[in-house]
């Protein structure tokens, strides 16, 4: 449940919590066709609240309108002031962000020529994404029996509206079926990423994710821990991953904005390494967590400070 707070940028203006309404004809509610981000603000050792990698976050807003060849009719650096502008009207210290770039309401069918480009700014208070706790003893998660869209029948670069149903069937199958998440395969069989998390495991000491190049979307925190890990001297590769190779993993673990980074201790019933918190991914998340929301100052330039 989403607690109410006082306002939501939409177009430029804050409006009342109550206020931010759409019509039903609003072209995306339809057909899917629009950008969205999803950003977290942390307050910090310091005691200051800080945004986590802002500019990134909405370049890739940009990015998939540009993807979409929808035209926002603000530019990224009015999206970051929104952003900023949003946690402070509702004097938060901490949140979740979520960036709207939608078609509103105007001709119908999928054309969606004329329809007004529509941009808002949502913000509420997210804990634990996948349950409280996931973050230190792991969560289950279930091979999807839907694969990840096919690189030509959508855009996996893209964070788009409408490729979510795909998220939302795998993650609604795993989730009726007991585990806590899904884990997608590309339509070869290679496994792509989680139903809103990238996905990362540990064999032998080396480090592996899919490639860009792969059917994922180009997660900001999947950039962050492949930075860190390179800083910290762990061999990394980024290559396609098997569905055995992820059974017989040591460790294996998903990275996301609301996700964080969260530990797979299971996979299909079966025990990842020892089925509990690895050396690799602890290593990991201290760093993560003791930069977002720590005293590790080593990346400045991830924060924009809020106050
Ligand atoms: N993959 C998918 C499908 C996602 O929705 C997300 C969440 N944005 C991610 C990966 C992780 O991306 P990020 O680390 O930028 O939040």
Redesign the pocket.
């Known amino acids: 449940m989403v607690d109410k707070l006082k306002k939501i940028w939409m177009d430029g203006e804050l409006v009342g919590w109550d206020d931010a309404k759409v019509h039903i004809l609003t072209h995306s509610l339809h057909y899917g066709l629009g950008a969205f ?2 950003i977290r603000a942390y307050q910090r050792a310091d005691g200051g609240t800080y945004v986590f990698r802002l500019r990134e ?1 909405n370049e ?1 807003l940009f990015d998939t309108c540009r993807l979409l060849a929808i035209k926002p009719k603000f530019t990224q650096e009015e999206v970051n002031q929104a952003c900023l502008d949003l946690l402070r009207a509702n004097e938060m210290k901490e949140g979740y962000l979520r960036p709207l770039v939608y078609m509103g309401d105007g001709p119908m069918g999928v054309y969606a020529h004329d329809n007004p480009v529509r941009t808002s700014v949502v913000a509420w208070h997210w804990g634990a994404y996948l349950g409280v706790g996931a973050t230190e003893t792991g969560i289950r998660a279930k091979i999807s029996a839907f694969a990840r869209h096919h690189i030509n029948v959508g855009m996996p670069k893209a ?1 788009m509206m409408g490729q ?1 149903t795909n ?1 939302s069937l795998a993650k609604r199958e795993a989730r009726i079926a007991g585990y806590n998440e899904a884990i997608l395969l590309d339509t070869h069989g290679y496994v792509s ?6 996905i990362f495991i540990v064999r032998r000491g080396r480090l592996i994710t899919p490639p860009l190049s792969a059917s ?9 821990i492949l930075k860190l890990a390179r800083e910290l001297g762990i061999p990394v590769a980024e290559e396609m991953i098997t569905r055995d190779q992820l059974y017989l993993a040591d460790e294996a673990f998903f ?5 964080e980074v969260t530990p797979i201790r299971e996979v299909d019933d079966r025990p990842i390494g020892t089925g509990t918190l690895g050396p690799i991914t602890k290593q990991l998340q201290a760093r993560f967590f003791g930069i977002v929301k720590g005293a590790d100052d080593s990346h400045p330039e991830w924060l924009t400070a809020v106050y």
């Open positions: 981000e999803g976050h890739r964070k979510y998220s990423e989680g139903s809103g998390e990238n994922i979307l180009e997660g900001i925190t999947r950039d962050t990275t996301g904005t609301a996700a």
